[in-house]
């Protein structure tokens, strides 16, 4: 059974920092494109980073293009879980939103470079991330 939980978040003042983190199991890690997308109250979930297992590659959306990094750890020992990070610098009020970890069987990124199909993909819990002006 595939299983995403996501932890991290808060509040935090604008300018500032925030990470979320995505522990991932039940399927084959480093065969999905993994990522996150959020969803600001009365608005669409919107897609916002991935990180494609195969190649390494990651992919952003404009809107935080060089204020977030994701980033991808795979376990390495009995217990441990891989995770999918996004570290969130540079933290502006409009990046107030509930951040969701999901994963693509497909592992090119591709519902994070178009639209994407809720349907077709796993999703953790969300994480509410909110920044005071």
């Known amino acids: 059974e595939v299983q995403l939980q996501a932890s991290g978040g808060g509040l935090v003042q604008a300018g500032g920092s925030l990470r979320v983190s995505c522990a991932a199991s039940?399927?084959?890690?480093?065969?999905?494109?993994i990522g996150w997308f959020r969803q600001a109250p009365g608005k669409e979930r919107e897609a916002i980073s991935c990180f494609n297992k195969v190649d390494g590659t990651t992919v952003y959306a404009d809107s935080v293009k060089g204020r977030f990094t994701i980033s991808s750890r795979t376990a390495s020992s009995r217990g441990a879980k891989n995770t999918v990070s996004l570290q969130m610098d540079s933290l502006k009020p409009e990046d107030t939103a509930v951040y969701y970890c999901?994963?693509?069987?497909?592992?090119?990124?591709?519902?994070?470079?178009?639209?994407?199909?809720?349907?077709?993909?796993?999703w953790g819990q969300g994480t509410q991330v909110t920044v005071s002006s």
């Open positions: 999901a994963a693509d069987p497909f592992p090119s990124c591709r519902y994070w470079s178009g639209p994407y199909r809720a349907s077709e993909l796993y």
């Open positions: 039940g399927f084959g890690f480093d065969d999905y494109a």
